[in-house]
């Protein structure tokens, strides 16, 4: 298995709506991903499983009820069925503003957690704001989200404040959680430390060495 991150296209589009309603179930309105793709101050990247892209032609065990029930029961906007088999396993993006880097989703397959994908998503939205010149990257997070909340900190990330009642489905409030100083001469070197201890925790892994380097 090869795995890469690549800017967002069309195609991917069906397979972030599923990955949306799993990541983010509650969430109202779902991510209008063809028109986050129009809106120059978005940068999606998904992370691709490469040998799931190099097979020619539509996958052949498409579940075509699964399909007709999500786009009945669950989303209207859906046009092409989905895979089985997916190709797309998360994506991540930022929003740029004056400067400021604002990590606006990751979210990785449920199937696919816990194996590192998460990390490489957020050195790749950090490597993305620093190719535009961010000075800090900002998010926020569900108070509740435990698992989110240690992935920042594990990457710098600190508590800045709270947004009271930020989430429209149960009013829950946020987090808001800032990395500074990513412009500071000396962040590219441990960005690229963070990087090499993600390859060398996660050099079993088939494919990830290539996505890693
Ligand atoms: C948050 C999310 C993207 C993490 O993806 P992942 O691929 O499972 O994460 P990784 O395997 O790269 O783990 C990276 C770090 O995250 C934290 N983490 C991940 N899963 C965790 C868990 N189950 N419990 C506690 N911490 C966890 C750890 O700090 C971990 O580092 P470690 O392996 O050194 O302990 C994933 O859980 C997800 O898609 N969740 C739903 C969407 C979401 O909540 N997105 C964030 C919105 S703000």
Redesign the pocket.
Known sequence: MVYFIRPIKDEDIPELNQIDRE??PTMWPATNFKREMENIMAHYMVLVDGDSSNQAGPKTNINIWKWLWNCIYHDSTILQPVADHPKVI?YGAIWVMAGSAHLV????REA????????LLLISSLKEAIKHKCFEMT?E?RVS????Q??YL?YGFAIKGIRKKYYLDNHEDALIMTLDSIDSPDFPAKLKGYKNSHTRKWKTTPGMAELAS
């Open positions: 990541a983010f998360g989703s990751v979210a990785v696919y957690r816990r194996k590192g994908f998460g990390e998010l997070v989200n435990i698992v989110a240690n992935l594990k």
